[in-house]
């Protein structure tokens, strides 16, 4: 069972915007701004996407953002486009010094 | 460009050992902290170990404290996941991940994985 909560799919149409939310406690994703974002696709090595709440890792389209607001983080994509299918799991670094992922949620487009 | 590869994975019996290894090249891998995350077949990701730059502090996930051990070899630029008392539940693809800092920071660059299969 996962410490955070993240729907388990999301869907939208070519070119809309779609967001991805996740919510913890006040031990992970309210604790600091250590929560990232990773995109894995079948058969694939997960990828970093966002990092420390909205920060994009070079080469990470800008139609990907991140934000925070208290326990929930969010993941927007914008400008869906069919190589957006995949996974999305958010992660969170913990009072306890572990790491908490989400359960992940499977990103569709129509 | 930067490198991870896992190696050691396979087959094992419950209640066997087994030691994964992961390979690092392109950056100096002495200055980054490292990981172990793992996933099991049709399950999402599982954090399950770091270690910092140097080796001095090490964390482990709660669901595997005590029968795992992360190391490192700066000299070799390899790190190391020393399984023992393995159980069905560890059958996983086993990722090999650079951290983006020194100490605990976000997953920047992943492996391509190690299958471990525990099984009889």
């Known amino acids: 069972q996962s410490a955070l909560t993240q729907p388990a799919s999301v869907s939208g149409s070519p070119g809309q915007s779609i967001t991805i939310s996740c919510t913890g406690t006040s031990s992970d994703l309210g604790h600091d701004d250590t929560v990232s974002w990773y995109q894995h696709r079948p058969g694939k090595a997960p990828r970093l996407m966002i990092y420390d709440v909205n920060n994009r890792p070079s080469g990470v389209s800008n139609r990907f953002s991140g934000s925070k607001s208290g326990n929930t983080a969010s993941l927007t994509i914008s400008g869906l486009q069919a190589e957006d299918e995949a996974d999305y799991y958010c992660?969170?670094?913990?009072?306890?010094?572990?790491?908490?992922f989400g359960p992940g949620t499977k990103v569709s487009v129509l | 460009q930067v490198q991870l590869v896992e190696s050691g994975g396979g087959v094992v019996q419950p209640g066997r050992s087994l030691r994964l290894s992961c390979a690092a090249s392109g950056f100096t891998f002495s200055n980054y902290a490292m990981h172990w995350v793992r996933q099991a077949p049709g399950k999402g990701l599982d954090w399950v170990a770091f270690?910092?730059?140097?080796?001095?502090?090490?964390y482990y996930g709660e669901s595997i404290r005590g029968r795992f051990t992360i190391s490192r070899d700066n000299s070799e630029n390899t790190v190391h996941l020393q399984v023992i008392s393995l159980r069905p539940e560890d059958t996983a693809i086993y990722y090999c991940v650079k951290d983006d800092n020194s100490g605990p920071g976000a997953f920047e660059i992943w492996g391509l994985g190690a299958m471990v299969t525990v099984s009889s």
């Open positions: 992660c969170s670094y913990t009072t306890t010094n572990t790491y908490v």
């Open positions: 270690i910092s730059y140097d080796g001095t502090n090490k």
